[in-house]
């Protein structure tokens, strides 16, 4: 059985293997760095690509001096669950026996083991593919201006965190670490990638969306919209790559606390976005330093969606 299927380790166990600190930097991977981005660092394996999610948190496309323990062990153990569960939808871009993997490699930290993917080497889509089902966040700032998101004409009277009578696909570019992604419309999306490949990964987007919504339903949370990002190889095949459905890419609510008007509390960074906005910083770097508590709270979020979703 590989490793990364949801009966491998239940949320408990994970827990357990959670770092008492924060895990920033990796200077001992023995591979070459290929890439870092706002969380994960990429690792050249030759054949194939080593994916390590750190600890590091970023709000509004800044990286916070302060991590939080074991939120990459998270991340990446949650993606692996919905690969699985999703894995009839589409491929994704993990080799398929990943301890095996891991052991020819070497690689035999378990900290390092909990947070890192090891993937096919693909080409990345140049956009992001964002599907909504609630108005809230850009979407809700967008409407509030223009009553549209990403060109789209939404009814008017809609309130904020509301449900839209059916999901929508609003994609962004992908901006640089330290940059802005824009959002854009269908005809951008189209010139940027093709139309018949941005046909797809739209269909793709909303498919996988609404399997992620019943299922997260179902562990009594709103999945309220998410990111995917896509690559092909180099016949032209499509896979789900990166991270999927995470509390990093996604925004759950408590299903129980739902109610439309306000913004929902969330199973996301948004307790730290919160505090940011509070202190009045100008979302520029350095950011300010996160309190013990904002630290303690937000892994408690992280981990409470995973407790959901895995049981």
């Known amino acids: 059985m590989r490793w990364w299927r949801p009966s491998f380790m239940n949320s408990a166990k994970i827990s357990t293997a959670l770092p008492a600190a924060a895990v920033t930097r990796f200077d001992s991977v023995p591979f070459p760095l290929l890439a870092s981005g706002k969380v994960r660092e990429i690792f050249d394996l030759g054949d194939a690509l080593l994916l390590v999610a750190s600890d ?3 709000a509004f496309d800044v990286i916070l001096p302060d991590g939080i323990p074991g939120k990459g ?27 095996g993997e891991f052991a020819r490699r ?10 890192s993917m090891i993937v096919r080497k693909l080409t990345p889509l140049t956009i992001e593919c964002v599907a909504r089902g609630y108005l809230i966040g850009s979407g809700w700032s967008s409407y509030q201006k223009t009553g549209t998101v990403c060109g789209l004409r939404l009814p008017a009277g809609l309130r904020q965190a509301d449900q839209l009578a059916a999901p929508i696909f609003t994609p962004t570019t992908k901006a640089p670490k330290g940059q802005h992604d824009e959002p854009i419309d269908d005809a951008q999306g189209a010139a940027t990638i093709g139309a ?19 299922r997260a339903k179902k562990a009594g949370m709103i999945l309220a919209d998410t990111k995917f990002e896509f690559g092909t190889d180099a016949a032209g095949n499509l896979f789900l790559i990166d991270e999927v459905l995470t509390p990093d890419s996604s925004r759950y ?18 307790f730290v976005r919160d505090h940011l ?7 520029t770097p350095p950011a ?19 407790r959901n979703l895995l049981g």
């Open 73 to 99: 062990i998270i991340l990446t153990q949650m993606s692996n669950w919905w690969f699985a569960q999703t894995q009839h939808l589409i491929a994704n871009h993990l080799l398929p026996d990943q301890a």
């Open 196 to 214: 018949a490949l941005y046909e797809k990964v739209k269909s793709l987007s909303l498919t996988l969306y609404q399997f992620g919504h019943d």
């Open 277 to 283: 906005v509070a202190l009045k910083w100008n979302q």
């Open 106 to 115: 070497g690689i035999t930290d378990r900290d390092l083991q909990l947070r």
């Open 253 to 270: 609510w408590p299903a129980d606390s739902y109610t439309p008007g306000i913004s929902p509390p969330s199973f996301d960074k948004q």
């Open 288 to 306: 300010p330093r996160l309190p013990t508590e904002v630290i303690t709270r937000t892994q408690e979020k992280y981990l409470a969606a995973l």
């Open 56 to 58: 590091r948190l970023s």
